[in-house]
């Protein structure tokens, strides 16, 4: 953990369950961390180990049942529905697994999306601003192509493009390279982690070793708990094969 | 998210797939097109009887023998009510004045190898003023015509031009029945009348048709109240009731063997009239729009599903419940705005060519459009577009953002 940066996300004992029909499931147990600004973070973990669950509530997608998220210091238990969509809109921003372009839609649109909903920058800045994001994916010259017409790496940097175009306090990475051919995961783990290197924390999602490889910490969650946290890359491997026997 | 971006985002969502967006539509574009269309012929048709009634008076009046009810079997029931005794005492009524009584001629009208069947009037020059018709060429009948009993006509502009063309009638001879009568002049033309062609006539002098007919009763009376119409009104009815022995104790229309007409009574039918097609036209769009209505609430929903992952992206990148409400509120309500101006257009449309076809038959009939129509059409639509799509809108903005993005 980076301890001489300052502390973006912090989760004092967080746990979350499901409640279906008076059933309880139970997905995080206690969970504690931190995350500095500047990181980039993989959390990794097999299927059902709750490592989407985490990074939906560290994203304000989802609620937690017991426990603290402090969000830059500031607790978030008691934020409602307006507050939390204006947090997405402005502090944090996604990339998911399945892109999720709109569709019959233009790369230049789909990247302007996020800026409707941003309550401080101002209409006449939208269009450069993403155009601005969109050269730093390098889709320029695709700007005023339809997603349909782009390849699956492509739908991903446009993606990433829309993540960063409000400028927020971090990304949120669902499995980015789950949909795409090697070389294309390998294409956009380099445009995150070129983000990174400019200063946005990134955290990524992922139960591939190759895509968390790009990542500077690892956290393994298994069952619902933190299992491992290490920057120690190799470390990280050898523990998580260990536990996969 | 700011108001022109809510309705670029709608806009967006109606035309990126217009197929479907029409035929959602559909419903509204038929109820709005219906009732503009329905009002405009109504409006077209509401000038075509006005034009009719106009011909009387404000206060001028017609007494026609025969029932007030049953038709042609009423008429004829008492055709011969109406007497010579009859008129001259309503002549000694202070409250009417210019009484004009008629009587017709049958037989054929010809001149030269000219024929043809134009009514034939005997009237005296009370009528003419009775009537508001004044002269196109030569002159009408005058008060001494009818006292002299001169063989003398005045021919309606059809008449005139059927018989004689480009010739000057004036002079002229014509024959009705076995009797040749000298035009003397031709009245300008008057439309229709009742929807009678006004203009197909030939007006001989009153004394004339009385010796040729040897009638004894009157065919109609033409009359203008001097003063209060109403008054005129009671008192003629009072004179036929009393010199006819008809019971006045109960004030009922249905014993009198006289029918009293005025323009005040048409316009109090046509009033009616209008009543019930306005009350018609308003159930025609108030089902057409609730069906348009369903529909468009229908395929909301159905859009709210197939764009559930959509909501979820929107909500991930910061929308605000009342983002999402007011964005597929606004699509719903662009539906019915498009949906109303297209029908509009069509309704406005086909009244046009309705008007075109109709005027072949009907000149009086003028293209004409209702304005409130239009308007409340317009606003009942939009209003449609609000109450159905609020419950489409209100699943999209209530949608959690997970589940909508996890949706399949």
């Known amino acids: ?245 | 998210m700011r108001l022109s971006d809510i309705s670029h985002a709608a806009f967006k969502g109606v035309t990126v797939n217009a197929m479907r967006s029409l035929l959602t539509m559909l419903g509204i574009i038929i109820g709005v097109g219906s009732v503009v269309l329905m009002s405009s012929v109504g409006e077209s048709m509401e000038g075509v009887i006005l034009g009719q009634i106009s011909s009387l008076g404000p206060k001028s009046m017609v007494i026609f023998p025969g029932k007030q009810e049953g038709g042609a079997q009423g008429v004829m029931a008492g055709f011969d009510s109406l007497t010579f005794e009859d008129l001259r005492e309503l002549e000694q009524l202070k409250s009417i004045d210019k009484l004009a009584p008629v009587i017709f001629i049958t037989g054929r009208t010809s001149y030269g190898r000219e024929e043809g069947t134009p009514q034939v009037f005997g009237v005296d020059d009370n009528f003419f003023k009775n009537q508001n018709i004044s002269a196109r060429e030569g002159r009408l009948l005058e008060k001494d015509d009818s006292d002299g009993g001169k063989a003398i006509a005045v021919l309606g502009s059809d008449t005139a031009d059927k018989f004689f063309g480009s010739i000057n009638p004036i002079g002229k001879r014509i024959k009705v029945g076995n009797n040749h009568y000298t035009v003397v002049g031709v009245a300008k033309a008057l439309g229709s009348q009742f929807f009678q062609n006004a203009d197909e006539r030939v007006y001989v002098p009153f004394s004339v048709a009385r010796t040729v007919t040897g009638q004894k009763y009157l065919n109609y009376i033409t009359m203008v109240a001097t003063d209060s119409f109403d008054l005129a009104f009671d008192d003629v009815r009072s004179l036929l009731r009393r010199r006819h022995g008809i019971d006045t104790s109960l004030n009922d229309e249905k014993k009198d063997d006289f029918v009293v007409r005025s323009s005040a009574q048409a316009n109090e039918i046509l009033g009616s009239v209008s009543l019930g097609l306005t009350l018609f036209i308003t159930t025609i769009a108030a089902i057409s729009l609730l069906v348009g209505g369903i529909g468009i609430m229908n395929i909301m929903l159905v859009s709210v599903t197939e764009r559930t992952q959509e909501i979820g992206l929107r909500k991930a990148l910061g929308a605000k419940g009342r983002d999402v409400l007011l964005q597929f509120l606004f699509e719903a309500i662009l539906l019915t705005m498009i949906g109303g101006v297209i029908g509009q257009i069509l309704g406005i449309g086909l009244a046009f060519v309705i008007a075109l076809i109709v005027k072949n038959f009907l000149a009086k009939y003028v293209f004409a459009i209702s304005l409130n129509a239009v308007v409340v059409s317009f606003f009942m639509a939009v209003a449609t577009g609000i109450a159905f799509g609020i419950s489409p809108a209100r699943k999209a903005a209530a949608l959690h953002p997970i589940e909508a993005l996890r949706y399949e």
């Not at chain 1, 980039?40 to 304000?60: D, Y």
């Not at chain 1, 409602?80 to 969509?85: K, M, P, T």
């Not at chain 1, 809109?89 to 996020?114: I, K, W, Y």
């Not at chain 1, 995150?192 to 999602?205: F, S």
């Open chain 1, 1 to 245: 953990m980076t301890k001489s940066l300052p502390v973006l996300i912090e989760l004092q004992d967080l746990c979350k369950s499901y409640m279906n029909d008076d059933v309880v499931t139970p997905v995080l147990y206690d969970i504690n961390l931190q995350i500095a600004k500047g990181e980039f973070v993989a959390i990794m973990g097999p299927s059902g180990s709750g490592k989407s669950t985490l990074m939906h509530i560290l994203g304000f997608l989802d609620g937690y049942t017991s426990g603290r998220y402090l969000f830059q210091g500031q607790f978030t238990n008691t934020f409602d529905d307006n507050e939390l969509a204006r947090i997405r809109a402005t502090r944090v921003s996604f990339v998911f697994q399945a892109f999720n372009l709109l569709a019959r839609t233009t790369v230049l649109e789909n990247v302007m999306l996020p800026l409707l909903y941003h309550p401080s920058i101002p209409v006449s800045e939208r269009v450069s601003l993403s155009e601005k994001a969109v050269k730093t994916v390098g889709l320029q010259d695709r700007s005023s192509y339809l997603t349909s017409q782009l390849s699956g790496g492509q739908k991903q940097r446009v993606a990433i493009a829309r993540a960063l175009v409000t400028n927020p306090d971090v990304i949120f990475a669902d499995e980015p390279t789950g949909n795409l051919d090697s070389a294309s995961g390998v294409a956009v783990m380099q445009a995150l982690q070129k983000l990174n290197d400019e200063g946005h924390t990134i955290i990524l999602v992922t139960h591939e070793r190759t895509t968390a490889e790009h990542a500077k910490r690892i956290i393994h969650i298994r069952d619902g708990r933190i299992v491992s946290d290490s920057t120690d890359f190799k470390r990280v491997i050898a523990g998580e094969t260990k536990n996969l026997k």
